[in-house]
């Protein structure tokens, strides 16, 4: 069966438009959009309608935790101290509250605009560190809770094997996410099976970054997913701290970025997340090898990382995508908002993220995201074109931060100004997730939530 919705105005493939058909397959796919048509018997959508973003980085179990780490350890109080109360926190969770926990965040991510999330998930086994009988455990938890909550998923069983570069033995507190090469690709091969025909559930992989795989492992896991899926997502943290940049000279006598791009086939299927400390050369290689730079301003100001070298990175054509991360906030309109505004601070200028033919920031920086996010989860996603996933967002015209907007300025308006979000539905796959600002499930999910956090507290 074909559903038909007519648009005042849509953001397409190749622009703005007006009197916008859009057909959607029973399949959850767009069949055809035709501009400048005839509504005829098609449901009137009451706003501005764009493509969904996809969150290319996401924790799902941090979300119980934001807020609770913003306590000061003391004076050297940094991301490495963060880690540490985060392994305390991640001790206690059971397979309930890990499924409770990610059905709460992804409620809030649909509701926010976003409508794929790639979930780099490294939890895996029981609080002893020994595996659950069912090595996927954890992650069918987590893919439950996105079907369940109708949010596409790009899932990335994440090798984590060491505890700091040259292999180093991991600690105690790493013990629930340790995994061998084997190990984590019949985690993904188990998901893979399940998920074949599900077209809003993709598989890839994430070596969790080079201080937690050794160069052995990181070329073993990469073989072998791309034995089973040559276009699967891959996904790795890397150059987030400047220790961590560190040690890898250290270790190598390379920078992370420099030492990736010289020993791995890094391309288009790959998102590099944060590399936030780039020298120039850095920054031009990673835009020239096609890769995705993940970017999660809210979690990088947050974990106090420090600022991606954005300006040469667009300048020399390189693709980025935004993710929450940690989910210390949970928002399109945030990330990208200071994925600019921490730019305009430390170059002390405005419009960095404007792009040569497009003068409006708030447009290119959604239009790059949007792109890049599409490329990192590895979906057919992030377009209104016959083809494409039908992820679509809804927007209020009559907001106070959009009225009177059209075209870009309507973009800049909703990425700049204003606190209250103006989404008012959210469509994935073909279904309405989000009606009126509201979810479906969300006082059940977030009634779930609340148990969890409860019995998490006590």
């Known amino acids: 069966m074909t559903t038909r919705y007519f648009a005042d105005t849509a953001l397409l493939a190749d622009g703005w438009a007006d009197d916008v ?3 959607i397959d029973a399949q959850g796919d767009i069949s055809s959009v ?3 048509a005839e509504r005829g018997d098609a449901e009137a959508v009451a706003g501005v309608v764009l493509p969904g973003m996809a969150n290319l980085h996401s924790h799902a179990f941090q979300r119980a935790m934001a807020g609770l780490a913003e306590t000061a350890a003391g004076p050297g109080d940094d991301f490495w101290s963060w880690r540490e109360q985060m392994y305390r926190f991640v001790r206690v969770l059971d397979p309930d509250q890990v499924e409770a926990i990610a059905a709460q965040l992804y409620v809030e991510m649909l509701k926010a605009g976003y409508t794929c999330v790639a979930e780099f998930h490294y939890l895996h086994h029981q609080p002893d560190g020994v595996p659950y009988a069912d090595r996927a455990e954890l992650s069918r938890r987590v893919i439950a809770a996105a079907r369940a909550t109708g ?3 790009t899932h990335l069983p994440v090798l984590y094997a060491t505890g700091g570069f040259g292999g180093q033995p991991a600690g105690e507190g790493q013990r629930r996410f340790l995994n061998d090469v084997d190990g984590i690709l019949d985690i993904a091969a188990r998901l893979r099976t399940d998920h074949a025909d599900d077209p809003d559930v993709r598989i890839g992989i994430a070596p969790h970054s080079l201080r937690a795989v050794t160069p052995e492992m990181l070329a073993a896991v990469v073989d072998g997913v791309r034995a089973a899926d040559p276009a699967a997502p891959i996904h790795i943290h890397i150059a987030e701290q400047v220790k961590e940049v560190e040690q890898c000279l250290a270790w190598s006598g390379a920078r992370p970025v420099e030492w990736l791009l010289g020993h791995a086939a890094v391309d288009g299927r790959w998102c590099l997340v944060h590399a936030t400390h780039l020298t120039g050369a850095e920054t031009a290689a990673l835009a020239a090898s096609g890769a995705v730079a993940g970017l999660c301003p809210t979690t990088e100001a947050n974990l106090g990382d420090g600022l991606f070298p954005l300006a040469p990175y667009l300048a020399a054509g390189g693709r980025l995508g935004i993710g929450s991360d940690s989910h210390i906030s949970v928002g399109v309109i945030e990330e990208l908002r200071w994925l600019e505004y921490g730019q305009r601070l430390a170059h002390r200028k405005r419009g960095i993220g404007a792009g040569p033919g497009r003068p409006s920031v708030g447009a290119t920086l959604f239009q790059a995201a949007i792109d890049g996010g599409a490329r990192a989860v590895g979906r057919a996603s992030g377009r209104i074109e016959a083809g494409a996933r039908a992820d679509l967002v809804v927007l209020d015209p009559d907001h106070p931060a959009l009225v009177g907007r059209r ?12 606190n209250e979000s103006p989404i008012r539905h959210v469509m994935a796959g073909g279904r309405w997730r989000v009606r009126d600002g509201h979810h479906a499930d969300e006082t059940a999910v977030a009634a779930r ?9 006590a």
């Open 21 to 23: 058909l859009i057909e």
């Open 34 to 36: 035709a501009a400048g």
């Open 151 to 153: 949010i596409g998923i």
């Open 407 to 418: 075209g870009d300025a309507l973009l800049d308006s909703f990425v700049f100004a204003g």
């Open 449 to 457: 939530y609340r148990k969890v956090m409860a019995a998490l507290l």
